[in-house]
């Protein structure tokens, strides 16, 4: 469901990765959103294992500027399933 073109790290074909301070960044998401799930309210403890963090405005959007991608207002702790998945069915081109 999220491979290729459906993935946000999708770029014509080539999947890139989330530039050198993603893991940094994630970690800061994690910690500022309680590492609780923004939409459901589920923990990190609750559900088992760390939740996805998800980039609001898709990462492709910035075209490899994962300095302005990897803000932190532009990314929210999510569980996988089912908010990740919803969020990512529902997204429209911003």
Request: aromatic letters at 12%; proline letters at 3%.
């Amino acid at each position: 469901m999220f491979t290729g073109e459906n993935s946000g790290t999708w770029n014509g074909g080539d999947i890139g990765y989330y530039g050198p301070n993603w893991l940094h960044q994630r970690r800061l998401a994690r910690k500022r959103d309680q590492f609780t799930c923004q939409d459901c309210g589920r923990t990190e403890k609750d559900y088992g294992k760390e939740l996805s963090v998800h980039h609001i405005i898709p990462f492709r959007k910035f075209n490899g500027d994962w300095e302005r991608a990897n803000v932190l207002n532009n990314l929210i702790c999510l569980c996988e399933y089912p908010c990740h998945r919803k969020r990512h069915s529902n997204t429209v081109d911003v």
